[in-house]
């Protein structure tokens, strides 16, 4: 069965620091695909990357990166240079592909406070 | 990206009654639509996955006769929830994916915050 485990249940930091959210996933397929999404306070869920599993290439978008490292079984991210906008709960996913209907499997949510 | 809506937004209903509540795809035509229910400072609980055309495929735990999902389109899907009691009270999200490929990625309506007094 597929877990996604986020250890980090609050982070509290303070505008322009630099913040790392852990992700680590199970699996026993060899095709899955991994996946962040952004809660806002609002509640809608926004999708900020996939990754499949065949793909460890670290990836940088603006001030958000992520490290995938198939060996320690972690997808984690990374908040450069955090704003108050950067306030939400994020959360990460696991979508294996011999899963029927290809379901989701969240991780516990990450709450992320950047104060100003 | 893809713009996935829900409506209503909110809803207060009395014990006993039934709140339809509708997801939909507009930009693109979702083959599945998925539902997931989420309680406060917690994550996403799938709920049941729905192909366009046939019957919905539930969660094991979820009532079925309870939470009657239809996805009559490739642009709707609605989840009713019937006879509505305190305990439905919690944040309903769906998701729709653009097609029955598997790294196709779901994306989310804004949430339907249900209140059942």
């Known amino acids: 069965a597929q877990k996604v485990t986020q250890a980090q249940t609050e982070i509290s930091v303070v505008e322009k620091e630099d913040v790392t959210l852990d992700c680590v996933y199970e699996?026993?397929?060899?095709?899955?695909?991994l996946f962040w999404y952004k809660q806002p306070p609002s509640g809608e869920l926004v999708f900020l990357i996939r990754?499949?599993?065949?793909?460890?290439q670290n990836e940088i978008s603006g001030r958000y990166s992520w490290n995938f490292q198939k060996s320690t079984s972690s997808f984690n991210f990374t908040i450069t240079a955090s704003q108050v906008v950067d306030s939400a709960v994020y959360f990460c996913?696991?979508?294996?592909?011999?899963?029927?209907?290809?379901?989701?499997?969240f991780g516990g949510g990450t709450r992320v406070l950047v104060k100003p | 990206g893809a713009v996935v809506s829900q409506h209503p937004s909110r809803v207060i209903c009395k014990s006993g009654t039934s709140v339809k509540i509708e997801c939909r795809s507009l930009?693109?035509?979702?083959?599945?639509m998925f539902w997931y229910r989420q309680f406060p400072k917690k994550s996403l609980m799938l709920m049941a996955t729905s192909n366009e055309g046939s019957k919905a495929t539930y969660e094991q735990g979820v009532e079925k006769d309870k939470f009657l999902i239809n996805h009559a389109s490739l642009t709707l899907s609605t989840l009713t929830v019937t006879s509505a009691h305190p305990e439905d009270s919690s944040f309903y999200i769906c998701?729709?994916?653009?097609?029955?490929?598997?790294?196709?990625?779901?994306?989310f309506g804004p949430g339907t915050r249900l209140t059942v007094l």
């Open positions: 990754r499949n599993s065949f793909d460890e």
């Open positions: 699996t026993r397929d060899t095709t899955y695909y």
């Open positions: 998701s729709a994916r653009g097609s029955a490929r598997v790294t196709d990625t779901q994306y």
């Open positions: 996913a696991l979508s294996e592909a011999r899963a029927a209907g290809n379901k989701l499997t």
């Open positions: 930009d693109f035509q979702a083959t599945t």
